[in-house]
């Protein structure tokens, strides 16, 4: 499945931003999706993810209660709702597809491009 991000940007700290990830391909129902972010310098690092039926949900414990993941598997597209964002959050974020609910980035097997997310202070 191909995968392309978009809605990232340039936010103050205590704002909202939605990322959303369209996937390509008839088998996107299939997928458990996730979340993932690099900041400058460090490594990739799980955010949250959500089974193919969108009825179980798992997140990094840095933005539980702030972030918010969802997907419409009629548009091919799955979404993440970031409220409450801090400096810290600052990252390139992708998305990936995997055949799993998990935290594991080598478990996912197609990823995008990724996009930029910025918050100032």
């Known amino acids: 499945v191909q995968l392309v991000e978009s809605g990232g940007g340039l936010v103050q700290a205590g704002g909202s931003l939605r990322l959303s990830c369209a996937a390509s391909g008839r088998t996107f129902s299939t997928y458990a999706m996730g979340w993932f972010r690099q900041a400058l310098g460090k490594e990739r690092e799980f955010v949250a993810a959500i089974t193919w039926s969108g009825g179980s949900t798992l997140y990094a414990d840095s933005v539980k209660g702030r972030f918010t993941i969802s997907r419409d598997n009629a548009k091919n597209t799955v979404y993440l709702q970031m409220n409450s964002l801090k400096p810290e959050d600052t990252a390139v974020y992708y998305c990936?597809?995997?055949?799993?609910?998990?935290?594991?980035?080598?478990?996912?097997?197609?990823w995008g491009q990724g996009t930029p997310v910025t918050v100032s202070s």
């Open positions: 990936a597809a995997g055949r799993m609910l998990t935290m594991k980035t080598q478990l996912y097997s197609d």
